[in-house]
């Protein structure tokens, strides 16, 4: 059985929910990219700490929901059978 460098540190369930995670982090990356534009574009005279302050906070909602995202897809990983766990299921006739 084929096992990567990764595999050996982390468990296959990790290794999947990080993928999902980065996968998802794309979308979310760009709808905060129309965000932090929209920002920009309105608070062209605002105050610099007003700025910062807005631009801060859109920061930080993007880590904590590529966070959410993380534990999300770990949640579902880690629910989802595993193919030996499948396997010794009884077979139900069609």
Known sequence: ????????????????ALSWTLLHSLWQSM??????GAIIFCTKNAKPVLRYNLLTAALLTFVIGAA???ATQ?????????????????????
């Open 1 to 16: 059985m084929y096992t990567s460098f990764l595999n050996l540190f982390l468990g296959d369930e990790i290794i999947q």
């Open 68 to 70: 959410l995202t993380f």
């Open 31 to 36: 709808l905060l990219g129309i965000v932090v």
């Open 74 to 94: 770990l949640t579902t990983a880690t629910e989802v059978a595993s193919p030996e766990e499948l396997q010794q299921l009884p077979q139900q006739g069609v």
